[in-house]
């Protein structure tokens, strides 16, 4: 019989030993840890952007260091049964909500086929076209329906009888979790010894919804106060993981000190100073699984820094596709992003003129707001030599991009960490970006003469002049030698994912090891 293991602590009493009071302590490091790790998206279950890589990576490599993790997040319907083998576990939850009892259930898969995965099926709230909205915007309901999912998290965690040492929330959907586990399930023996986690990925999306719902999650009204969730007159789900966290992470050093100002905090940095002491930076990870061209199934021909034919194959290959004319010698920019202000677009759109007059073509893969498509296609019409807008979502393509282009462009007004910058350098692809967040943090400026360096940087002073830097970067891909050394540099990068998951365990040790 295996060693019953009690919550944070390190003591467990053997059984059938007939000794009945001798408690063997484990020195910290031994015991593998109890994650549930929750998040909104999981790739390649449910993905809008990098909170999907980070949650369908992240509890791989901390099942790698030996701990017992398991994700949980909505069934949407993007969520293919088929495909992924999601099978129905015949358990279900009863969440309040309001006046009423919903019901969810719960289904099972497994990334990899090594992490259980679990699902929490409610086809009112998540069988729905987007995850957060649809073309007309945000989903009106999108307080109910998280209120509902965070609630149900802790009573899946009853159901399934897995008691956690650590919940790892993930973004303001999951944050009344911490809040739920301090107030409404403070007594609850389960989750005694369970700690919360809450990372912010995005300061930018903060989850702040009418007081007319707050009812609906029968949280105690002392929590609705500006020393709890209230924010300014907002039920705030982002503060009430900042609030009630055990401990609060972002994901990048960089990142971690701009959201303490207000712009970058996007007036939260007041609570998140406040909180600062539990705060702590840690790195995004690459998947070098799903983001290598070494090993990449989903471009044309596979290449490392060893040889880098197949780079030009991948390029040829996707002109080719995207009907483009474009001599070897001419450089191809790209861009694979969301259509947010927070990536730059306006810069983008401001030079669009002098960016279309260089020697060189651009491809941008993307969708988002209505303004930024509209602008794209109209300037795909004028400039059908040197420009191609391909509006949508599209993974494979996303791929066959960052492989075929010369260079990725990153102009984001704020970046929390990125990882199309990551996947960029490993693909040889050379990064032009602004230096902030996470993209100050992993590229490197590069150093005439010094062959130093993996790409280019602009600051935000210096934004009103980026397209110069542009051009530096364009004069240099003529000069075969350093451009390849350039492309070498990124390429030889590691930004893999067993580093910060070592961080994480770190984390989750000292904040077990607090009370
Ligand atoms: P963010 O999370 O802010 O969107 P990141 O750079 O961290 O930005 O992650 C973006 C992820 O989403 C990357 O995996 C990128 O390839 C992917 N992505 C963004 N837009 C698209 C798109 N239109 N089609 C396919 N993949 C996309």
């Known amino acids: 019989m295996p060693p019953k293991q009690s919550g944070s602590s390190n003591s467990y009493i053997p059984d059938n030993t007939g000794i009945e009071s001798i408690a063997i302590t484990l020195p910290n490091m031994a015991r593998p840890l109890k994650i549930m790790f929750v998040s909104p998206e999981v790739y390649p279950f449910a993905k809008t952007g990098g909170l999907g890589d980070v949650s369908g990576a992240l509890p791989l490599a901390l099942k790698q260091q030996g701990h017992d993790v398991r994700v949980i997040l909505p069934k949407y319907r993007s969520v293919d049964e088929s495909k992924r083998s ?23 898969a497994r990334l990899n086929r090594t992490v259980p995965v679990y699902f929490v ?7 729905r076209e987007g995850l957060y909205g649809n073309t007309d915007g945000d989903y009106p309901d999108n307080a109910e329906r998280f209120i509902f999912f965070d609630r149900a998290v802790l009573e899946a965690c009853k159901a399934l009888d897995f008691q956690p040492d650590i919940i790892h929330c993930n973004d303001w959907p999951t944050g009344l979790i911490p809040c739920y586990l301090k107030t409404t399930f403070a007594g609850d023996p389960f989750f005694k010894t369970t700690r919360s986690v809450f990372s912010i990925h995005n300061m930018g999306y903060q989850g702040n919804f ?21 924010f300014y007159g907002f039920f705030s789900f982002m503060k009430a993981g900042l609030v009630y966290g055990d401990r609060l992470t972002t994901v990048s050093k960089t990142y971690s000190k701009e959201i303490l100002t207000p712009e970058n905090g996007f007036h939260m940095d007041g609570v998140l100073r ?19 061209p070494q090993t990449d199934s989903r471009i044309k021909t596979r290449y490392g820094p060893k040889s880098l034919k197949g780079k030009k194959e991948c390029k040829k290959s996707l002109l080719r596709k995207l009907s483009i004319k474009l001599t070897e010698e001419t450089p191809l920019i790209c861009m694979v ?25 651009l491809v941008i893969l993307g969708s988002g707001e209505e303004r930024y498509e509209t602008f794209f296609m109209e300037q795909s019409e004028i400039y059908p030599k040197r420009f191609r807008y391909i509006n949508g979502f599209d993974e494979k393509l996303a791929h066959q991009i960052i492989a075929g282009s010369d260079l990725l462009l990153m102009p984001s007004l704020y970046e929390p960490c990125g990882l199309t910058q990551m996947y960029a350098l490993r693909y040889g692809t050379v990064p032009v970006v602004r230096r902030v967040g996470g993209l100050a943090d992993t590229i490197k400026a590069f150093q005439s003469g010094k062959n130093q360096g ?17 051009q530096k970067a364009l004069d240099l891909f003529s000069k075969k030698k350093v451009w390849k050394s350039l492309m070498l540099n990124g390429m030889k990068q590691d930004f893999s994912w ?3 998951a070592k961080e994480y365990v770190r984390l989750y040790r000292r904040t077990l090891k607090k009370d």
Request: charged share 25%; aromatic share 12%.
């Open 86 to 108: 999601v099978q129905p576990m015949g358990l279900t939850v009863a969440v309040p909500i309001g006046p009423e009892v919903k019901h969810g259930e719960l289904y099972e």
């Open 121 to 127: 099926d409610q086809d009112n709230y998540f069988d």
């Open 210 to 230: 009418d007081e007319r719902y707050f009812p609906l999650a029968h949280l105690p009204w002392k929590v609705f106060t500006i020393e709890g969730i209230e």
């Open 274 to 292: 406040q909180y600062q002491k539990k705060l702590s930076g840690i790195l995004n990870g690459a998947d070098y699984v799903k983001w290598d």
């Open 337 to 361: 992003t969301r259509l947010s202000q927070q990536k730059g677009i306006d810069l983008l759109i401001q030079n669009f003129v002098e960016l279309m007059v260089q020697d060189a073509a």
């Open 454 to 470: 993996t790409g280019f940087l602009f600051k935000t002073s210096e934004a009103d002049d980026w397209i110069s830097l542009l």
């Open 498 to 500: 067993e580093k910060s």
